[in-house]
């Protein structure tokens, strides 16, 4: 498998700017998957809960080549808020990112085509604010071996400086994350340690 990237944030980033009197906060975050991008909006919503609104729009992996996009209006008119969001994720050709755009009403309508310019403008600079960064994509898979085996394995898994979870249950089980263009060597080396003891499954990823 070839080495694969894909460009994300590196970090949280804001802007903040004003269109005729409305005040537009844009945040930006990385987020692994669905559960940390709707968690990112959630806290946002929570610490602006006295915004006329809080509109997002993520991209991200739920497994596999599968891109998951969303955006919402949160109340704007159709098409003004969460879809300008979203094309700016699309157009920098982010992944792995969620943007909330707050908007704090100035008494001025801006129109569909205002409110358009002024969302993507928001979640652009709070991309730019971020920095943008390149990750390779990964993957997730268990192990579960007997006692005997565990030290192979986890020796294994340091020596290819994997993240992983150990659970020592009635047998030893790890939960695995490397680089995907990793992953099929180690769970090789893994198979040939234990002679085939180790039962390797699918992390849900």
Aim: cysteine-free.
């Amino acid at each position: 498998m070839a080495e694969e990237t894909f460009r994300t944030v590196a970090g949280r980033g804001q802007a903040t700017f004003e269109v005729q009197g409305s005040e537009f906060i844009g945040h930006a975050a990385p987020a692994a998957d669905r559960e940390a991008a709707e968690a990112f909006v959630a806290e946002i919503r929570a610490e602006y809960d006295d915004a006329t609104h809080n509109v997002p729009a993520y991209r991200v992996r739920t497994g596999g080549d599968i891109l998951r996009e969303y955006g919402d209006d949160d109340g704007e008119p159709s098409g003004s808020a969460g879809k300008p969001a979203l094309n700016v994720l699309q157009q920098e050709e982010v992944e792995n990112v969620v943007a909330v755009v707050t908007r704090y009403y100035g008494g001025t309508n801006l129109g569909v085509g205002g409110l358009a310019r002024s969302y993507s403008s928001a979640v652009k600079q709070a991309i730019e604010d971020a920095g943008i960064t390149e990750q390779r994509p990964h993957e997730r898979f268990s192990i579960a071996v007997e006692y005997d085996d565990s030290g192979t394995v986890r020796g294994i898994l340091e020596s290819a400086d994997a993240e992983f979870d150990a659970d020592y249950g009635e047998r030893a089980a790890f939960d695995v994350r490397v680089p995907e263009t990793e992953g099929e060597n180690l769970r090789d080396r893994v198979r040939s340690a234990t002679s085939g003891r180790a039962e390797i499954g699918d992390g849900g990823e």
